[in-house]
Each structure stands twice: as structure tokens, then as C-alpha cells.
């Protein structure tokens, strides 16, 4: 079935560093592939998606790149700021296009 | 900005206890979903809905029952409760298609099972 794997379960870096969390997806066809936020204490929110080749989703100063090929979708910032610290979350739309599938998170922790 | 509300916000119950969490979605939209939210383990689907009297079967079902009554209300019900059964539980709110469209997230229920 569809699935989301993300790597990186925690991510430590000071401000100013470069990010990426990786992001691959297994599924059949062009699903949409989303990126979620969640702060302490709050709900996920969205952040931004993609859903085809190439397309890029951005907000916030975080981007990713729609990658058919590689069946990423890889979050990165130029430089982080402790407010960044949350927890990131990428999911596929089902091919039902019913539902989401998110992948287990990787919690960023930026320390000034 | 859609608003999804969920209550209680916190609940605490012993095992083989009766639990209703409830959420409810003031935007219209067609979709609501409910996922438990465990270390190691993300976001898992529960159940989820498009529209009142309708319900689907999400990813981790077992144990759970879910009732949608209006557009707008969506409920959890756990029966008989299990100590496996303690998570953080979000509900969640999508116009038109699920799958390609925004979720929004309410604030979360803890549910503690002792």
C-alpha cells in the first residue's frame, strides 16, 4: 500500500544552519505529498504541498521539491531560527484521494 | 481559518471504561478524520468520514468505533477501554477531496487509560 518514510526521527542544528528532512513516498501514480507543522502543545497545521513532477510547495522560507524519479519530497530551509523548532510531518494523499498517510515525523530542535 | 474543537482536552478512565471523545468542525467542510498520535509511530488513521451517517475504516481501527451525526459533529468511542488505547488522539476537518486538500487539526484529546 501507499506509505511515507521519513528518516530522520530528530534533528538537533544551531540557527542560521541549513535544513533538510528527507521525505520518500511508495505509491502508484502522482499523489499529492504535503508538509505539516506541529508546535508544542497545537495540532498539526499545514505548511504547503505539491502535486505533480517538479512542482515546488513553499512557505515560511521551507521548500520541497516534487520528485517523480526519486519519489521524494524532501523538506530544506536556508537558515533556521529557534521559533522553527516543531515537530515536521509529511503525507501522501491516498489514491482514493480520500484520506492522507503521514509519516512518523522528525522533531527539529534549533538551539540559538 | 477553519476551527476544529475537541473535548475533553484531557480524560483519564480505567481499563475496560467507556470513553466518547468529540470533536466538531464549524467550516462545512466534507471530510473529518480521527488519528492517535504515539512516539515512533507519527499519525495513524483511525476512522474517518465524508459526511453525516457515513464512515470509513482508516489504518488502526481495533478497538474503536466512530459515529458521524451532522456535518459538523464527529464522534470516537472507545468501549472498552485498553491501556494500549493511551495516546494523544487529534481530530481533523478537510473541504472537498481528503486526499488532495488541506487537513485542519484540532487541539488534541490525552487520554490516559489506567
Known amino acids: 500500500g501507499d506509505s511515507v518514510t521519513q528518516t530522520e526521527g530528530q534533528v538537533a542544528l544551531s540557527e542560521e544552519d541549513f535544513l533538510t528532512i528527507h521525505c520518500n513516498y511508495s505509491a502508484s501514480g502522482y499523489p499529492a505529498l504535503f508538509w505539516y507543522v506541529q508546535y508544542p502543545g497545537e495540532g498539526p497545521q499545514f505548511l504547503f504541498r505539491?502535486?505533480?513532477?517538479?512542482e515546488k510547495g513553499s512557505s515560511r522560507g521551507f521548500e520541497a521539491t516534487y520528485d517523480k524519479g526519486t519519489t521524494s519530497f524532501h523538506l530544506r530551509k536556508a537558515s533556521v531560527q529557534e521559533s522553527d523548532s516543531a515537530v515536521y510531518y509529511c503525507?501522501?494523499?491516498?489514491?482514493?484521494?480520500?484520506?492522507?498517510?503521514f509519516g512518523t515525523g522528525t522533531k527539529l530542535q534549533v538551539v540559538p | 481559518e477553519a476551527a476544529v474543537t475537541q473535548s475533553p482536552r484531557n480524560k483519564v478512565t480505567v481499563t475496560g471504561g467507556n470513553v466518547t471523545l468529540s470533536c466538531r468542525q464549524t467550516?462545512?467542510?466534507?471530510?473529518m478524520y480521527w488519528y492517535r498520535q504515539d512516539t515512533g509511530h507519527g499519525l495513524r488513521l483511525i476512522h474517518y468520514?465524508?459526511?453525516?451517517?457515513?464512515?470509513q475504516i482508516g489504518d488502526v481501527p481495533d478497538g474503536y468505533k466512530a459515529t458521524r451525526t451532522t456535518q459538523e459533529d464527529f464522534f470516537l468511542l472507545l468501549e472498552l477501554a485498553s491501556p494500549s488505547q493511551t495516546s494523544l488522539y487529534f481530530c481533523?476537518?478537510?473541504?472537498?477531496?481528503?486526499?488532495?486538500?488541506?487537513?485542519?487539526f484540532g487541539p488534541g484529546t490525552r487520554l490516559l487509560v489506567l
Open positions: 505539491a502535486s505533480r513532477d517538479k
Open positions: 503525507a501522501l494523499g491516498s489514491n482514493s484521494g480520500t484520506y492522507q498517510r
Open positions: 467550516n462545512s467542510h466534507n471530510y
Open positions: 468520514s465524508y459526511g453525516a451517517g457515513n464512515l
Open positions: 481533523a476537518s478537510s473541504d472537498g477531496s481528503g486526499g488532495r486538500d488541506t487537513q485542519y
